[in-house]
Every structure is written in structure tokens, then in C-alpha cells.
């Protein structure tokens, strides 16, 4: 085979392979607030303090980095992990401690969250501090990272209202079952 032959064959492959991975990419994005279920709710003025009520009944305690997943087969959970470990290693710091909750077994949950994976931010003063995705982005790889967004949030001397992320496109799975 020519030289030019080879580099033809060469760009035919990488422009394949580029299409490939963006035609996953795309299937793989969704809206974290699709019909805006969580964004009307969090216009209430008594939202934070219900999120908080329930979030006592089920012996979540102050000062908790709160994981939402589920027990169904949700690719999306897993791409967490890390950005689950960034959030305990800087907000540990500071008196936060991590818990998982299954969509499944807070079933009030399923109501006010669209999407899961999720996050709710507790302070240490029972405060709402965060409640949305941990990243944005195409496929499930890319993308911003809320990380150190979601930390000052989490540890700013100054609160007035909890931070709800509803408008963010990224990897997500419907809590709607």
C-alpha cells in the first residue's frame, strides 16, 4: 500500500472512530431536571426546611455529604466514585462526613429528584447547602466538574438559601421508575 494510501486509510479510521464516540456521547446526555419538577419545588419558600425534615426522618445527620443513587442498573452511579471522594477529602475537613441513599428506599425522595445520581450538601447546622448533579457534561466523561463549586457552597461562612442545580446536562438516570 502507498504512503498516501495509508495516511487515507489512517484519517478514514480516526474520523470513524471520532464519529463513534460522539454518536455514544450523545446517547448517553440527558437533562438532570427534564420537566422542571425539581426547579418549581425548590421555589417554595418552605422547600429547604422539607427537604431537611425528611432527610431527619431517615437519620441523615448534620454535616453530611448525601450520595443519591440507585439500586437499579445506573451506568451513571458509578462515574460518581471520584467525585465523591474529592467532596469528603475537602469538605472532611471540616466536620462533613458521606452517606449513600437508594432512591429506591426514600421513596419521598423520588418526588422532588428527577435524575439520580445526585447530591444533597448538609451543614453542620442542618442547613441545605447544595442539592443537584456533581457534573455536567457530554458522555459520561467530559464535562465540568462541581466539585470545588460545590465546596465553597458547603463552606461558606455566609448562607441564605440552598444552591439547586436543575439545569444541567450530563449522565443521569430518572429516579421515575
Sequence with gaps: ??????????LVWAISLLSAVLFYSQRQISEFDPNGTLLHQSTSTTFDASLISLLKDYNVP?????????QENCY???LTDSHQTQLLNKLGKIGYSGLTLDIENVPELATVLPSVPALIVVDTLYNLRYLGPYATGYGCFTGKDLVDEISGYASSSSHI???VKTEADGCFCSSQR
Excluded at 500500500?1 to 487515507?8: A, I
Excluded at 448534620?62 to 440507585?70: C, E, K, L, Y
Design 1 to 10: 500500500m502507498s504512503k498516501k494510501g495509508s495516511w487515507t486509510l489512517l
Design 62 to 70: 448534620a454535616g453530611s455529604i448525601v450520595h443519591v443513587g440507585t
Design 76 to 78: 451513571c452511579d458509578t
Design 161 to 163: 438559601n440552598a444552591v
